[in-house]
């Protein structure tokens, strides 16, 4: 049965409470198991109805003043920044801290995202700015023995714990000399005005919005955590990520001791911009090379092997590429890939095995970007494309070598962006030699290598599985019977 209302003008208005899917947002007329907008099973919540609305459209427009319009030129100098104290940190964030901002950080359950916001925020203040951060999730107390352990029990930080936001905006309102404001998490918040639990997609939703407009009108910085789903992306509606300033995710296994902190975006700064930190005892430590130490443990002369130079934002990174190639004992072949695309590999064997001769289907094929890393852009197939040669023919590459080019499907090895960037790299790592793509002239310069750097310019996939032809190619396992 449905309750009535009528409404200002007289009309009846029925009183339906209404069901959001968690995931994307997205509102039903009623519950069902699926959500229609985005596929994902078991996400619909029911929330209360909104409140009445005005008479018309042309009562909400009434009022309005006239917005002055600018042109293009103009000089404004650029946004202030409040450094972090992290180097790797302010890298990521295009400088530091931008007052009146607002950052998402997201990540899994113990990556390190309250440690390192703990860090940034007790230097913060040490450095003589007013820094606040509120816990939802853990007491004061537990946040003094992180602090403690850190070696950070001594800075001028100022701590609470709640998760009542008109209690927390309240408490910002009397604050005049605030820089930085860390709320960890988001999730954890709730607004008495709605009727849904913390967590859902109108208190995350709500509570957000009502914390950037302060920050705003305040002035300071906000930092906001953010829980992941089970897939690496922010819990909650895409439009949390709109509603901020810059969005960073933290990467890494927790069983592994670096952490990549990636900038998905960033309005005052580079976007894909990465920083590189290894996780100690006294917290997360900056790691300002971080080639030499993705390659610190890496032995030569061991087939299945080939280092990969790639760009991350505006930083080279030298990471090893490993592969290893099995009989497969049953009848489907397993393909299992750590810090890269499936997908892309699927599509890389196929190229391999069509264009190049090489029998790999039958076999399990194990892919792991060592250290944790993970690689999205194209260059890194022909790297990939070396260690699979190199593991199906049980022939190690060369140990002062690097990889990078991206690989069609006809098998032609095209282009990719700085290279020169790329060689540098690897020349300052004491590498002597690349495999490269055909260089061609862009801009009426051809790039340049450095010197003491060997060429190795390849236009096709055969040109790479050549050298590797002295040994005989891994055969499918034969079919019993």
């Known amino acids: 049965m449905f309750l009535f209302r009528a409404d200002e003008g007289g009309r009846l208005a029925k009183d339906r409470a209404r069901y959001v899917c968690q995931a994307c947002g997205a509102v039903h007329p ?76 997201g990540g899994d359950p113990g990556i390190g995202k309250s440690t390192i916001l703990l860090q940034a925020a007790a230097r913060i203040a040490a450095s ?55 709320i960890d998490s988001i999730q954890t918040l709730w607004l008495d005005a709605l009727d849904s639990a913390p967590g859902t997609v109108a208190q995350v939703r709500a509570c957000a919005a009502e914390l950037i407009r302060l920050a705003k009108t305040r002035g300071f910085a906000l ?39 990636r900038a998905v975006k960033n309005r005052f700064g580079a976007t894909d911009e990465i920083g590189v930190f290894e996780m100690t005892e006294r917290g997360l430590v900056e790691v300002p090379n971080p080639s030499a130490l993705f390659l610190a443990e890496r032995r030569g002369n061991v ?21 290893l190639l099995a009989p497969s004992a049953g009848g489907s072949p397993r393909r299992q890939v750590v810090g890269w695309d499936s997908g892309r590999l699927a599509m890389l064997m196929a190229v391999l095995e069509a264009r190049c001769g090489l029998t790999l289907g039958m076999n399990d094929v194990y892919l792991n970007i060592a250290g944790g890393l993970r690689i999205a852009e194209p260059a890194a197939d022909l790297a990939v494309a070396a260690a699979l040669v190199s593991a199906a023919t049980d022939r190690p590459t060369d140990p002062e070598t690097v990889y990078f080019g991206e690989v069609g499907l006809s098998g032609e090895v095209r282009q990719v962006a700085q ?48 050298p590797f032809a002295g040994r005989t190619v891994r055969k499918e396992p034969a079919k019993a019977g």
């Open 223 to 261: 930092i906001l955590v953010g829980h992941v789903t089970k897939e690496g992306t922010l819990a909650g509606p895409r439009v949390l990520e709109h509603m901020v300033d810059a969005t960073l995710y933290f990467e890494g296994d927790r069983g592994h001791q670096f952490r990549i902190l």
């Open 30 to 105: 009623k519950w069902q198991g699926r959500c229609d907008a985005c596929g994902e099973w078991n996400t619909l919540q029911e929330e209360a109805p909104a409140a009445a609305r005005g008479p018309g459209p042309a009562a909400k427009v009434a009022g309005g003043r006239r917005v002055e319009f600018v042109g293009l030129q103009g000089s404004s100098a650029p946004p202030p920044r409040i450094p972090t104290g992290l180097p790797e940190l302010d890298r990521v964030l295009g400088g530091g801290i931008v007052p009146a901002s607002a950052v998402l950080v």
């Open 303 to 323: 087939s299945g092997s080939a280092v990969f130079a790639g760009i991350e934002g505006t930083r080279p990174v030298l990471v090893e590429v490993q592969a």
């Open 419 to 466: 290279a020169e960037a790329r060689l540098r790299e690897a020349q300052k790592l004491g590498f002597t030699a690349s495999v490269l793509p055909r260089r061609v002239a862009r801009g009426g310069r051809t790039p340049s290598a450095p010197d003491g750097l060997r060429l190795t310019e390849i236009g096709h996939l055969a040109d790479l599985v050549a």
């Open 128 to 182: 003589g700015h007013r820094a606040l951060y509120v816990s939802g999730e853990e007491a004061v107390e537990q946040v003094r023995l992180r602090a403690l352990r850190l070696g950070l029990e001594k800075a001028p930080l100022a701590l609470a714990a709640a998760t009542a936001l008109r209690d927390i905006v309240a408490s910002l309102e009397q604050e005049q000399e605030a820089a930085l404001v860390v």
